[in-house]
C-alpha cells in the first residue's frame, strides 16, 4: 500500500504552522517581561542543543543579549552546570561553561545570602519544592523577576508568589 505524499506533506504543513505560533507566544511572552530568572536546565538545553527547546533557549538569550528582559542567575545555577565537567575531568569543557557564564549580556549572577535561603525554606514549607528549586525561585522573588524561566511544571504552584513561571514545553 501507498502512501499518500500530499496528505503527509499537510500535516507536516500544519505541524509547522502550530510550531510556529507556539514560538510567536513565546516570542510575545519575553518581550512582556522586563527581568527574567533562568533555571538551570535553561542553560543546559542551550548549551547542550537539546531539541525540542534549543530554538526556545536561543530566543531566551537573544532577547536577554538585547536586553529585553534583564536576567538574574543564581550562583547555585553555576554549581548545577559545573558538576559534570569536574566529574569527567573536562578542563576544556569547563572553561568554555565558565567562559559563557562569566560573558552573559545583560545578567547579574545572584548569590544565595540569608535573606534568600530563609525564603527558599518557607518556599519549601510551603509548596514542597526541592532545595535547588527553592533556592533559585527564592532568588527569583529576591530579585523581582517577573518571571522564573524553566521546563519544570510543577514549578507553576509558584504563581501565587506572585511571579510568573514560563514553562519550555508550553511552546515546544
Known amino acids: 500500500m501507498g502512501q499518500d505524499p500530499a496528505g503527509g506533506r499537510a500535516l507536516c504543513r500544519e505541524a509547522a504552522q502550530v510550531v510556529a505560533v507556539k514560538r510567536a507566544r513565546f516570542l510575545g511572552e519575553l518581550k512582556r517581561l522586563r527581568k527574567v530568572a533562568l ?78 535561603a530563609r525564603e527558599a525554606a518557607r518556599l519549601r514549607a510551603a509548596y514542597g519544592v526541592r532545595t535547588p528549586d527553592a533556592l533559585l525561585t527564592a532568588t527569583a522573588l529576591s530579585e523581582k523577576a517577573d518571571a522564573f524561566v ?3 511544571a510543577r514549578l507553576r504552584r509558584l504563581k501565587g508568589e506572585g511571579i510568573g513561571v514560563v514553562v519550555l514545553d508550553d511552546y515546544a
Not at 536576567?71 to 573536562?90: D, I, K, N, W, Y
Open 39 to 116: 533555571d538551570s536546565s535553561i542553560l543546559i538545553y542551550h548549551l547542550e542543543d537539546v531539541e525540542p527547546y534549543a530554538e526556545l533557549t536561543e530566543a531566551v538569550f537573544a532577547a536577554i543579549a538585547e536586553g529585553s528582559p534583564l536576567a538574574v542567575l543564581s550562583t547555585l545555577s553555576v554549581t548545577e552546570l559545573l558538576v559534570q565537567p569536574f566529574m569527567e575531568g573536562r578542563r576544556d569543557r569547563l572553561a568554555v561553561l565558565e567562559r559563557f557564564i562569566l560573558s552573559l549580556p545583560n545578567t547579574r549572577l545572584i548569590p544565595p545570602d540569608y535573606r534568600i
Open 150 to 152: 524553566t521546563n519544570d
